[in-house]
C-alpha cells in the first residue's frame, strides 16, 4: 500500500485530493496547522496530524516515521494580492515551509513529489497561458510559487527526486473557507450574501477568469503519480470557459437565490485577463467532461446554505500598509 502525506489535508484543494487518495487505496496522512482549514474536512480514514510545514523537526519526524511514498504538497496560503503586504509571511509559509518538506523528501527516497503551484507564476502573460508561456510572476505569492518549482527542478537533477507541479487556477467548491476575505472571490461573494451585505468588487469587474470547480481537478492530481509520462512534468488544470467578475456575480446571486447588489471599489493591481491552456494535460490524463459554471456554483452554494456564513477574519501582522486597499483596513501591523 502506497503511504502519502497530504499537507494542508485541512484545507479545500488538500482535503478532496485527500479523499480521491483513499478512494484509490493509498493510506494518508494529513498534515496541517488549520491556519486556513478545518478539521472536520478531513476524510474518514486519514490519520491527521495537527503542525506546521515550518517545524522542520516535525516534518523530519513524519518522514522517519511514515516511509512515504508520496508526497501532496498543497499547504499554502494563496493570496495573491495581499501578498504583496505580507512578504516575509508569504514566503516563510509558501517557500522556505516547502523546502523542509523537499529536503525530507531526497532525505527519504520519495518517489514522487506533488507539487500545486498557480497560474499566478505567468503574470500578465496573453491568455491563455500555455506550459511553454515563461512565467514573469507578478506578486510575491507568484514568485514563491515559481521558485519552489525551481528548487523541485534541481533536486530531481541534483538527487533524482520525481516530481508533478499542476498549476490550477481560481478553483472554487464545497469546503472553501468562504470566511476569507481576501481570497476566493466565489466564497467571498456567497459570504457577504449570506450577511445581507453587498458583492464587493474591485474595479468595474470586467476582469476575466476561468473559474475551476474542485471536482475537475482532485482527481486528476490524485492519481497523476500514476502516470508515468506526467513525472517531471508541469501542467495546466482548470475551467477553460473565462468569465468576468461582473458576470460571476450574477451567477452566484442567482444560485444562493438572493437580490444581489454590486459595490465596485476602487481597483487595485492584478492581472486583467487570467486563463489557461489544458491541452498537455489533456494528452496526459485525458479529455473529461468540465462542470459548468452554473452547475459548479449551484453546488457550492447548496454546501454554503447548509454551512452558514463564516466571519471575515482581518488579517493580523501585516508588514507593508502603504498601497493597501482601503477595504482591507484595520489590520494589524507586524513587527520584526
Known sequence: MSVSLVTGGAGFMGSHVADHLLWLGHKVIVLDDLSGGFADNVPEGATFVKGSILDEKLVDRLFE???????????????????????????????????????AAVNHQVKCFVFTSSIAVYGAAQSPMTEETIPVPEDSYGIAKL?????????????????????????????QNIGDRYRNVVGIFMNQLLQGEAMTIFGDGTQMRAFTHIKDIAPIIAASVDYSSARNQIF???ADVPYTVN?????????????????????RKEVKIAFSDHSKAEAVFGKREKTSLKI????????????G?????????IEITKNMPPSWAGVTLARA
Request: no cysteine.
Open 296 to 307: 459548479g456554483i449551484s453546488a457550492m452554494a447548496e454546501w454554503v446554505r447548509k454551512h
Open 65 to 103: 516515521e511514515n516511509s512515504f511514498s508520496y508526497v501532496y504538497h498543497l499547504a499554502a496560503y494563496a493570496a495573491e494580492g495581499l501578498s504583496h503586504f505580507i512578504k516575509r509571511f508569504n514566503y516563510r509559509n509558501n517557500l522556505i515551509g516547502s523546502v523542509n518538506l523537499i529536503n
Open 147 to 175: 521558485a519552489v518549482e525551481q528548487e523541485l527542478n534541481i533536486s530531481r537533477e541534483m538527487f533524482g527526486l520525481d516530481y508533478i507541479i499542476f498549476r490550477p487556477h481560481n478553483v472554487y467548491g464545497e469546503r
Open 247 to 267: 458576470d460571476l456575480a450574477k451567477v452566484v446571486a442567482d444560485a444562493m437565490g438572493k437580490q444581489g447588489r454590486a459595490l465596485h471599489l476602487d481597483p
Open 236 to 238: 495546466n488544470v482548470g
Open 309 to 317: 456564513a463564516r466571519e471575515s477574519t482581518v488579517f493580523e501582522n
